[in-house]
Each structure stands twice: as structure tokens, then as C-alpha cells.
């Protein structure tokens, strides 16, 4: 190909690897990799709202779901109004103003939504997969329910889940506030420095494991094991199962 068309055939792949000439998914991660950092897909982001619009409304699959994530985040910022999406996996990723509204799509929601904001805001009108709000700093997260590793390393911001969390929510927390309205999974609270979790119904076994920071209060009842090994913080529940630590305190729950 390059001998037929010469030097011209060269320097047109120079010009597309030089980021003139964005018009798609594929053409961006040409350039950044499927897993790139936000500072290298802005540089590269089209300013042209309609083409952002249009590779934000495309199907990433796994291959390009990072950027895609990136670029959702970047949109929502620039729009005036909130951003209706499907809940892809990485959805809102570094979001750091702006609202996006997600809707289920198929027969499951999207992990690692909201993964590393730092502010603005995301509802979630569905059940959200796992890795919710990981590593967050800031804004705010509303889920219907959430699957597992939920809030991971959270280290700041406020998020409601409406619904059942699944197992190890609030994982290593060294801040913000989870509210549970529903029921959550095993192992909430495991290694949480600071923070708080509030879970209006039942936690699973191994609650606030190996904690040494933060709040707990459950209103409903805890599983066994509670408080296992925890070296500081608080846990309070309306009742305990067997094995709990003496550190946990068993009395009815309120505001």
C-alpha cells in the first residue's frame, strides 16, 4: 500500500495517529489504548457535541467500555441538562460535575459505575452491578440496589442505595456516608478507616471486619461475627449473632 500510494499513504496514518481525525470509538483507543488515563482522552475528545454525542450513544462492548466511561463523564459535564444512558459498565467514570441518569439495558446493569467521581451525580434506576462508586471522592450516587465490592475505597461523598447491597459494601472506606435501605451482604464495613454505614435492615456475617475507623448502624439485625478483630470505630445493631465482638454495642438503633 505504501508503495502505491507513496509518501501520501504515510503521511495520512501520521495525521490520524496525530489525533486530527476522531470519529469513532476505535479511532480514539488508536491513539490513547483501551485502558488510558482522562487527562489523555480529553486532549483528544472531539469538541464537536454532536460527535461526542454520537460515540457516547454507541455500544463499547469490553474492548473500548473504559473510554467509553471517560467520555460519558466528559459529556455529562458539558451538557446543561442531565444525560440519559444506558448503565454500561464504567458509566460516569471520573465524573466530576454533571448529572447522568442511567436505565437498565438487557438483563443486567453495568459494574464499575461511577468508578473514581469526584463530583456531580448519578442515579441508577436499576439494580447496579458491582464495583459501585469505587474509589469515589466526592458527588453523589442513588442506586435501586447494587451488587458487590460497592463503595470500595470510598473517600468521600454521599451515596443511597433503595434496595439490597450485596456482599463487602464500604470495603477500606476512609470516608464519606452509605446509606442501605434494603438488607446488605456479608462482610460490609471490612477494613473501614472512617466514614459511615447505615443499613436500615439485616448486614450478613462479618460485619465491620478488622475495622479500625468509622461508623456502623445497623437497625435491624447483624450477622456472625460482627466486629471480628476490629481495632477501632463503632458498630451498633438492634441484635448480634454469635461470636460478636465485645466492642459491639446491641441495643435498639435509631436515627
Known sequence: MDEAYGEKGRSRRLETRRGDQIFGLEDLADHVGQRPSRAMVE??????????AQMVATDPGKKYAMIWGILSSISAERSPSPLRLSSRDYAGLELGAGTIILEEVGDRAGDHVGERMRGGRIFVRCRAGDYLGQEMSGGGIVSKGCGNYAFRNMHGGRVAVLGDAGSCIGLGNCGGRIVVRGNCGERAGWLMHAGSLRVRKDAGDYLGLLMSGGTIKVLGKAGRRAGW????????????????????SSHPVTG
Open 43 to 52: 486532549a483528544l475528545v472531539p469538541e464537536n457535541d454532536p460527535l461526542l
Open 229 to 248: 478483630r476490629m481495632k477501632g470505630g463503632s458498630i451498633e445493631a438492634k441484635a448480634f449473632g454469635p461470636e460478636a465482638a465485645d466492642k459491639c
